[in-house]
């Protein structure tokens, strides 16, 4: 049963890595297409740092997810806090709503971003975009940071206000230290949904501001350029570098507390 269930999961990892795999190789191809392998270039590449615009849209995105991961992960853990200490009647009431973006189709929130800031006469652009984001990333980290705090022991806590802590003193030498690990956990995945983002962005997106989901898409549209499979193998090479950042942090977090 054992040996099924490697096998199933090796499976697994080769039906989602052999297209990536394929996308990275393509992007060393002499030719100008993904028709066969002709030779070994760094052309795809060359073009691609030589591209300003193209260049922009990437510190830009990049910016975005990092900026929107930054602020929903502030808001999302005192809103799991917030969630987690009131009675339960009402923290099923705000579970249930947190958990509308978690499940409602990202065509749906971006068309009602969309209606809601041209109602309110937002102009689109970054910030349309940038509170896009930090809305839909919320619930992620509420999420995220919920079953560490159900898990704490709040022994800690009244020993801390036993011993004089005010309410600040006792979410940062007590509460916040000890949610570390689910609210780094958290982060990732928001600055992850930001940097994949497409649905929710092709709609709030101005005419000034793209990212790199919406530039690949148009650029798609006209035909698929090599120049897009080395830009997605630096995105993907950059997010490993993420996740084995991840892991090392979290790691060394959870043996703090262990």
């Known amino acids: 049963m054992k040996k099924l269930a490697n ?19 393509y992007s060393f191809n002499q030719g100008g297409d993904m028709n066969g392998f002709t030779g070994f270039t760094l052309e795809h590449y060359q073009t691609m740092f030589g591209d300003s615009r193209l260049m922009l849209i990437l510190v830009e995105t990049f910016f975005l997810a990092f900026l929107s991961a930054l602020l929903a992960t502030i808001i999302g853990t005192f809103g799991a806090i917030y969630i987690h200490q009131t009675r339960r009647r009402l923290q099923t009431g705000l579970l249930s709503a947190n958990n509308v973006l978690m499940v409602a189709p990202d065509v749906m929130i971006g068309a009602s971003f969309l209606i809601l800031f041209t109602q309110i006469k937002w102009q689109l652009g970054f910030l349309s975009v940038l509170l896009s984001h930090v809305a839909f990333s919320i619930p992620i980290v509420v999420l995220m940071v919920l079953p560490r705090l159900k898990g704490m022991n709040y022994d800690m806590v009244n020993a801390a206000y036993d011993l004089g802590a005010t309410r600040f003193q006792m979410l940062k030498e007590v509460m916040l230290p000890y949610l570390t690990p689910g609210i780094i956990a958290g982060y990732f995945m928001a600055f992850t949904y930001s940097l994949d983002d497409f649905a929710v962005t ?13 530039e690949i898409y148009s650029r798609a549209r006209k035909g698929v350029s090599l ?3 080395a830009l997605s193998t630096v995105v993907f090479l950059f997010s490993i570098i993420l996740v084995i950042g991840y892991y090392f942090i979290s790691q060394e977090k959870e043996e703090k507390h262990a």
């Not at 092709?202 to 919406?214: D, E, K, P």
């Open 202 to 214: 092709f709609f709030v997106t101005g005419n000034g501001f793209s990212t790199l989901a919406v």
């Open 7 to 25: 096998l199933y999961l090796a499976l697994v990892f080769l039906i989602l890595y052999i297209p990536i795999v394929y996308l990275i190789v």
């Open 227 to 229: 120049e897009i499979n």
